[in-house]
């Protein structure tokens, strides 16, 4: 150990003084003297170390004393170091093999502590809340759907139908002129052989008698009446003239078969015919039965001419609101539809009188009930459907006062309703003039102010609703009350509430429900004839039937 301390100190010393030489010759060697050279430009000196010989001898001679000092010291401390060694016994090697490893200690950082502080209260626990009642959700019951028109009633349309049509119709026509030409047999010109007995008695020789039979079966009416009236002895010119006259209806009759048979036979071309020979007939049975043919070959020329423009198969494209010309045809199953596509439509009656021709809405051609008047408006007002219900009719035209449950005063006008709510209510108000006051406990159900002899009364009232299917040859399904309901094909059906009712159905069009607030009466389900959709009518509203006249083809028939 002390052997350790010897070296560590003769080296510092040694370090220490090789450090400090330079500075012992600088100061033997003039250190503190001014330095000596020239100046520059700017004033400075250049410095010049001294260069004598004598000074730098006496330095290395003092430098080599002091190392040989130091040397000398280390090693005598060697010396010293193994004489102890080798009289301890020690081995060397052993000695370094044990030599202890230093130990570094980091410095103890100082420890602070904090001030002490309470502990905070304990939060107390919650307790648990109960969540409030709830009333039951109501799920809305929708209305099922209602059809107008289905397209499962329209027949398919082909271009042999319209063909086979136009054959029968043709000869349906050509039946009605030969019916009208035996009502005018006795208007029409005389056969060859009658008129020749009539051209004898009037004394017209035989070859005036041909020319004239010629030129009346060419229909030359005006050559007859002339060789006639010229030839007759004696003249006779109101016989010609008749037979002029009888040779033109004829030729009129002609000239209608001629135009049914090419197909070209228009209603106008028969109006014109019975307009210039509506005065043959006296009034009577036989002018009746001409004009009833003459309508009936008009009614098969407008069919004749609608089926002229009908499309095959068009379903019912561009049928909708509004007015259609109507076809109604006995040979057809009743209520089913075939759609010509150019705004006509052929309805079937099932045997059910003849055919007509005629203008109206789709739904009061298939036989539909259809309505004249405005239906119930919609409402989307809340109904009562619980408690008491307070009600002042808006015929009594008269405002009442009242007091509820001795606190509450009100005042209510004609048409109006008070909604109470549950339990039991005690309702007080003067009955008006000398009647004095009444006094009522109510429990649930509606309640009428209405006048009396007595002053004002205030009584129970029921809702009574009928719903009335009559007309309509199909099922007809609504909602009630958020209750499901239906009323059966040509019924009735009638609710009775304590309040009043809510009704709601689908009209047809798939454009979403209708919603009506009924407060009693009887309804009428019937289609607007606007937009061919179902609706409700009151009882003073009334629906109409279709009509379907008499007439007679055989159209589509086997």
Do not use: C
Request: no cysteine; proline share 7%.
């Amino acid at each position: 150990m002390r052997f350790q301390r010897l070296v560590f100190v003769s080296v510092f010393f040694s370090l220490t003084m090789l450090t400090a030489l330079p500075l012992f010759g600088q100061g033997f060697g003039g250190l503190f003297a001014p330095p000596s050279g020239r100046s520059n430009s700017w004033g400075e000196y250049d410095y010049h170390p001294p260069s004598s010989n004598n000074s730098n001898n006496n330095n290395n001679g003092l430098e080599k004393a002091i190392v040989g000092g130091i040397f000398g010291a280390i090693e005598e401390g060697i010396r010293a170091s193994n004489n102890n060694n080798r009289q301890n016994d020690y081995p060397r090697q052993r000695y370094y093999d044990n030599y202890p490893q230093q130990r570094y200690y980091p410095q103890q950082q100082q420890r602070y502590y904090p001030t002490p502080t309470p502990a905070p209260k304990p939060t107390p626990t919650p307790k648990n809340v109960e969540p409030k009642k709830n009333k039951a959700p109501v799920k809305k019951v929708a209305a099922k759907r209602n059809t107008v028109v289905s397209s499962a009633n329209f027949l398919a349309l082909t271009n042999q139908d319209i063909q086979r049509a136009n054959e029968k119709l043709q000869d349906q026509q050509e039946k009605s002129i030969d019916e009208i030409e035996a009502d005018l047999q006795d208007k029409l010109p005389p056969s060859d052989t009658d008129l020749i007995t009539q051209m004898q008695n009037a004394g017209i020789d035989p070859a005036t008698q041909q020319q004239i039979l010629d030129a009346k079966n060419r229909g030359d009416a005006g050559t007859v009446q002339i060789l006639f009236a010229n030839n007759s002895m004696p003249p006779n010119a109101a016989g010609a003239a008749d037979l002029a006259n009888k040779i033109n209806l004829q030729n009129d009759l002609n000239d209608l078969r001629q135009r049914n048979k090419d197909g070209d036979l228009r209603p106008r071309d028969i109006e014109r015919f019975a307009n210039q020979n509506k005065n043959l007939f006296p009034p009577g049975p036989d002018r009746d039965q001409f004009f009833d043919h003459m309508d009936d070959m008009t009614q098969t020329a407008e069919v004749q001419q609608l089926l002229g423009g009908a499309t095959p198969n068009p379903g019912m494209n561009g049928l909708g609101g509004g007015t259609v010309t109507v076809i109604h045809n006995p040979n057809l199953p009743n209520g089913t539809v075939i759609n010509l596509g150019n705004g006509s439509v052929m309805v079937g009656t099932g045997g059910q009188g003849d055919l007509n021709v005629g203008t109206s809405s789709l739904a009061e051609a298939m036989g539909l009930p259809v309505a004249n008047s405005q239906p119930v408006p919609e409402s989307d007002a809340t109904i009562p459907t619980s408690g008491v219900v307070l009600r002042n009719g808006a015929d009594n035209e008269a405002t009442i006062s009242y007091v509820i449950n001795d606190k509450y005063e009100y005042t209510m006008k004609a048409g109006h309703i008070q909604s109470l709510g549950e339990g039991k209510w005690v309702v007080r108000y003067d009955k008006g003039g000398s009647h004095g006051e009444a006094k009522y406990t109510l429990s649930e159900g509606t309640y009428e102010f209405t006048p009396s002899d007595n002053g004002w009364a205030l009584f129970s009232k029921k809702y009574d609703v009928t719903i009335d299917n009559s007309g309509n040859p199909n099922e007809f399904h609504y909602v009630v009350n958020n209750v499901a309901a239906k009323v059966d094909a040509h019924g009735t059906k009638t609710h009775n509430s304590k309040y009043p009712l809510e009704v709601r159905f689908d009209p047809g069009d798939g454009k979403g429900e209708e919603r009506k607030v009924l407060d009693g009466g009887t309804f009428q389900v019937a289609v607007s004839p606007g937009d061919n959709r179902w609706d409700l009518y009151s009882a003073e509203g009334t629906a109409i039937l279709a009509d379907h006249p008499s007439g007679g083809i055989d159209l589509f028939g086997n």
